[in-house]
Every structure is written in structure tokens, then in C-alpha cells.
């Protein structure tokens, strides 16, 4: 399994993302500067990390969504690559319109660090296989703006066609229907606030992000 | 030629640092207020012949998000006639 990660300025996640990949998947992933171009061959995921991409600057992921790598991770995820986005991850993808709706200021203004109980919504996708549906986990989540917000119709289609993921079990954020992490239509690019790969070693305090990785290599 | 980009969330959104900002009003003993909505204010100097157009894409492709913010350009008045 071939994986990359991007790098931002700004990104502060992509080393822990780079240590579960290559914990589930034994291979070193390449680590793609935001300027380049072009992605390697081959590859079966990209990773957006966590972090402060441009300092947040204008809106949260805005200017890295804008960034040249970026046409190359659309094209990727229009044929069929996984595209997994944690924190700044999932503001860029919303930012892209590789998935529907923006990450907002949370609720209460205040920047969120603490450890976040996520019922598992959605335990068939590709990113949650090694789940059981309706499962509680425990991921760490820390953001500012992570309350998530989409129009009532796209919120009610993410419902019908089984998009979200992950919601909170109790709404830290503001996030709308709980919402921690949804999916694109054909479910291979995953958006979600929580930090999965902050959670894979005992020695994190848990382990409940592991099996996220792991359901990347059935 | 100097344009001012007044972004600005749209109706329904919840804006978070506007109840903030309301609350800190009525904690000051202001009690007239009854909403406050926060946005920002992007100012670009630009050449004199820009088209609208192409301000216009600018705000659709990077100065606003238009899932959740709406813009306004406003164009002042040209550089040599301001100085003046």
C-alpha cells in the first residue's frame, strides 16, 4: 500500500500522520511538498494533515486549498484514490469542494484540546471498516474551527446516502446534526475534525484511531 | 484603483464571534443592541483597467467561501483622484 502526505507551511500533524501510515502499512509514505506538482505513481492514499496551514490566514485551509499540489489530489481522488483528511485536513477538503460544507468557528469561540467521544455512523466505508456501526470510540480532537456547517438539503442528502462517519456523541463544536466526519459520494475521501492518528499507541492514552488505518488496508 | 471586498456570513449561518461580540456589548451595559454580525474587510489595489469579472472571480475563487459567506465589492475612487 503506497500512501503520501502533504505538507503545508504551517502543517504540524504530518509526521504523526506519516508514523500510522506507516504503521499499518509497513512502507515509509512519501512526504509531497504543497508546491509541487505531481503526486508519485501508484499511490492508494493521500493524507492531509493536521496543523495551521498559512497560518489560517483569510479562512482556515483557504490558501492551501488553492495550492499547486492540489490539482493532482483532485485528479487522484476523482480516479478512485483514498483521500484522507484530519483537522486542517478536512477544512481543505471542504475548501477544494471535495466534499460539501465549511468549517466554521467552533460554537463557544474557544480552541477545543481534549479527547472526544465519536459514535461510529458509517462502519461499511473503506475508512471505517474495522468498526462496528453505532460504536463508541474516544479520538482526540484539536481545532478553533471545526463546527460544521452545510444547508439543510445537503445536510438531509449526507443522511439519506449514508455519508457521515463519525458524530459526536455529544456536540462539542456546534457542529450541525454532530457531524465529525463525512464522506465524499463515492466514499473514497474522508473529512473529519477528530485526530485518528493521535490515538494508535497505549502510549497515546488509546488506540481507538488504529483500526482507521487498519480498515484502509482491507 | 482601490476596491474594498466586504465579506460577510450569510443569513442563517451562525456566527460565533458576532454572539461574542454581542454579549461582550451587554456586558459593558450596552442593551440597545440586537444582533452583531462579524465579516471582513479586504481592500485591493488593483490596476485602474481590471475588469469586474475578474474581481468578481477573485472573491468567488479565494476572498470568500460562498457556502457560508456572502461578498460585496465597492470601488473607490482612482488613486490620482484621492490623492488630490
Same mark, same amino acid.
Given at each position: 500500500?503506497?500512501?503520501?502526505v ?8 504530518d509526521?504523526?500522520m ?11 509514505p512519501?512526504?509531497v ?6 503526486l508519485?505513481?501508484?499511490l492508494?492514499i ?13 479562512r482556515s ?7 499547486n ?9 476523482n480516479?478512485?484514490?483514498k ?7 478536512f477544512q481543505?477538503?471542504t ?5 460539501p ?7 463557544n469561540?474557544e ?7 465519536l459514535t461510529?455512523d458509517h ?5 471505517t ?11 482526540p480532537?484539536?481545532h478553533?474551527?471545526?463546527n460544521?456547517f ?8 449526507l443522511?439519506?446516502?449514508d455519508?457521515?462517519?463519525?458524530r459526536?456523541?455529544t456536540?462539542?463544536?456546534?457542529s ?20 485518528p ?9 488509546g ?12 | 484603483m ?15 464571534q ?6 461582550a456589548l451587554?456586558?459593558?451595559?450596552f442593551?440597545?443592541v ?5 465579516g471582513?474587510l479586504?481592500e485591493?489595489?488593483v490596476?485602474d483597467?481590471?475588469?469586474?469579472a ?6 468567488e *475563487? &479565494?476572498? =470568500?467561501? !460562498?457556502v457560508? +459567506?456572502?461578498?460585496?465589492i465597492? *470601488? &473607490?475612487? =482612482?488613486? !490620482?483622484?484621492e +490623492?488630490?
Amino acid at each position: 500500500m503506497n500512501s503520501a502526505v502533504l505538507v503545508f507551511p504551517g502543517s504540524n500533524c504530518d509526521r504523526d500522520m506519516a508514523v500510522a501510515l506507516e504503521t499499518v502499512t509497513g512502507k515509509k509514505p512519501h512526504m509531497v511538498w504543497h508546491g509541487d506538482s505531481d503526486l508519485p505513481d501508484n499511490l492508494d492514499i493521500v493524507a492531509i494533515p493536521g496543523g495551521f496551514s498559512y497560518g489560517d490566514y483569510l479562512r482556515s485551509g483557504a490558501m492551501a486549498s488553492r495550492s499547486n499540489i492540489i490539482d493532482s489530489v483532485v485528479q487522484a481522488a476523482n480516479k478512485g484514490v483514498k483521500v484522507l483528511g484530519v483537522c486542517n485536513g478536512f477544512q481543505i477538503l471542504t475548501e477544494i469542494g471535495l466534499l460539501p460544507g465549511a468549517l466554521m468557528r467552533n460554537e463557544n469561540i474557544e480552541f477545543i484540546c481534549k479527547d472526544a467521544a465519536l459514535t461510529v455512523d458509517h462502519a461499511s466505508s473503506t475508512f471505517t471498516s474495522a468498526y462496528t456501526k453505532d460504536e463508541s470510540i474516544s479520538i482526540p480532537v484539536a481545532h478553533h474551527d471545526g463546527n460544521y456547517f452545510a444547508d439543510e438539503a445537503t445536510l438531509d442528502s449526507l443522511e439519506e446516502e449514508d455519508r457521515i462517519a463519525f458524530r459526536y456523541t455529544t456536540n462539542i463544536n456546534g457542529s450541525a446534526r454532530d457531524i465529525a466526519g463525512v464522506l465524499n459520494v463515492s466514499g473514497n475521501v474522508l473529512g473529519m475534525m477528530p485526530h485518528p492518528e493521535r490515538a494508535i499507541d497505549t502510549k497515546h492514552g488509546g488506540t481507538d484511531g488504529l483500526r482507521l488505518f487498519e480498515s484502509l488496508m482491507s | 484603483m482601490k476596491i474594498r471586498i466586504y465579506v460577510t456570513l450569510k443569513n442563517g449561518v451562525l456566527d460565533p464571534q458576532g454572539k461574542a461580540i454581542h454579549h461582550a456589548l451587554e456586558s459593558l451595559d450596552f442593551n440597545g443592541v440586537n444582533d452583531v454580525r462579524a465579516g471582513k474587510l479586504i481592500e485591493l489595489d488593483v490596476d485602474d483597467n481590471m475588469a469586474d469579472a475578474d474581481i468578481e472571480k477573485m472573491c468567488e *475563487k &479565494l476572498l =470568500a467561501n !460562498t457556502v457560508i +459567506e456572502n461578498f460585496e465589492i465597492e *470601488k &473607490l475612487a =482612482a488613486k !490620482t483622484t484621492e +490623492e488630490a
